[in-house]
């Protein structure tokens, strides 16, 4: 049916846009990357895999494929927004705590917050 054929056009479409938007947001946002956003993303497209509403009344067929689609997109982006953040953040901090000798030195907070 056309219907289903035009919901499955604008599934793959928003698709195509979510992976988009989660590229600008960690690469190409200036110099510190948007985390937030794309994991946000992620949770949806993974929630339209689990959950059979959005889909509609789509033939199996459809729907079994754009499922598979949406899983390793969403996945996909989730996956890649972990890495990013565990590059960019998690290691840094690791890396500030490392003195010049090799040993454990901590900031204390400034007491001139003027």
């Known amino acids: 049916e056309l219907g289903n054929f035009v919901r499955l056009i604008f599934g793959f479409l928003s698709l195509i846009f979510y992976v988009l938007i989660s590229w600008k947001m ?60 565990y590059k960019d953040v998690i290691t840094k901090k690791d890396d500030e705590k490392v003195g010049e000798n090799g040993s454990t030195s901590y900031v204390a907070p400034s007491s001139d917050l003027a």
């Open 26 to 85: 960690l690469l190409a946002n200036g110099e510190k990357a948007n985390y937030a956003i794309p994991s946000i993303i992620a949770w949806v497209v993974l929630g339209i895999v689990f959950d059979a509403e959005p889909k509609g009344e789509m033939d199996d067929y459809f729907s079994l494929g754009f499922s598979v689609i949406s899983g390793l997109v969403g996945v996909g982006i989730g996956g890649f927004t972990a890495f990013l953040f």
